[in-house]
């Protein structure tokens, strides 16, 4: 076991690392239980893949200082955001990062703030954020801090985040009826919960690879509510990345308000954000073209998926 009162950018780094290679031996089981806000049997998938581009932008350099390894895991994580789960991720960590700013180490308290300030960025990416996701999985743990009195140890303080994640993981179907219908949970929330794991392990003195045999956590049953006959009308999955460029909006008054408004006029699903001159979009469109030609009204695009 780790024993440690502050985690400098290093170990904050092999936490991380920790923490994706779990979600990816999960990946196939979280796939399975994907049935909001689209059952297309990709949640898994999409936040392991924002989570590798996460972790490779991290491990471009050693960070040596905590509030680095944050931030560049954030901005790898925005760049490589698949789906709404992933965007939702990114934010979560982006808002870790702000939480760290200015810390060479982080404490335990400080990691329970990092965590309030990703839970904050995660609903802010949300125009309409829906309880019984991945939003309310990563919102009742943090509020159930205020209680908690001090952890003695990294260790214990994640072990009751998990705890807590698993208890409001295990209530979502009660939330959000889709869920309940289809005899799932959240799928965001067990990827979540699957992220923390990781980290925890990890401090526990496990090593965890992607391509290790590990007993997953979580007992799986696919959906069986969405089949060949169902109707679903959910367009396409439309995302980008766009460059904001001076030469087409002021971006320094620029607002992500403005591409959420128009969004939400040709389709629905939708998660938004701004880091500064990058802005991410995902939203579900029968008029993906309409989508890109809004977005080319501000800048010029790093990366789109259709």
């Known amino acids: 076991m780790i024993q440690v009162q502050a985690i400098d950018g290093l170990l904050f780094t092999e936490m991380v690392l920790a923490g ?10 979280v796939d399975a239980l994907n049935v909001f806000p689209v059952p297309d049997g990709d949640t898994g998938t999409n936040m392991s893949l924002t989570m590798t581009s996460a972790t ?10 905590a509030d680095e390894a944050a931030e560049a895991l954030a901005k790898g994580a925005l760049r490589g955001a698949r789906g709404n789960s992933g965007v939702i991720l990114s934010q979560y960590i982006r808002g870790w990062a702000n939480g760290a700013a200015g810390k060479e180490a982080i404490s335990i308290s400080d990691m329970a703030h990092m965590m309030q300030e990703g839970v904050k960025s995660a609903y802010n990416a949300v125009p309409t954020p829906v309880e019984g996701t991945m939003l309310t999985v990563l ?6 801090l205020d209680s908690a009195g001090e952890f003695q140890s990294f260790a214990a303080f994640f072990n009751f985040i998990i705890q807590k994640m698993k208890i409001s993981l295990q209530n979502t179907p009660e939330l959000l009826p889709v869920l309940k219908e289809a005899g799932v949970v959240d799928s965001g929330g067990v990827g979540i919960v699957s992220i923390i794991e990781g980290i925890c392990a990890y401090l526990d003195g496990e090593i ?3 391509d290790q045999e590990r007993e997953s956590s ?3 049953t696919a959906s069986s509510a969405f089949g060949p006959d169902s109707v679903l009308e959910y367009g396409y999955c439309t995302e980008f ?13 620029f607002s992500i308000n403005e591409m959420i408004s128009y969004m939400e006029t040709i389709g629905d ?3 938004a954000v701004q880091d500064e001159d990058i802005v991410k979009v995902h939203v579900h469109t029968f008029t993906p073209e ?9 800048g010029e695009f790093i990366n789109v998926k259709i």
């Open 290 to 298: 309409k989508a890109l030609a809004f977005g080319r009204n501000y």
């Open 139 to 144: 919102r009742e743990p943090c509020e159930a």
């Open 208 to 210: 965890i690879e992607a």
């Open 241 to 253: 990345i766009l460059q904001l460029m001076h030469a087409k909006t002021n971006i320094s008054t």
């Open 218 to 220: 979580f007992s799986v």
């Open 56 to 65: 490779r932008e991290v491990n471009q350099k050693e960070f040596t200082r």
């Open 269 to 271: 699903s939708i998660v």
């Open 20 to 29: 994706a290679a779990l979600l990816e031996k999960n990946r196939e089981a």
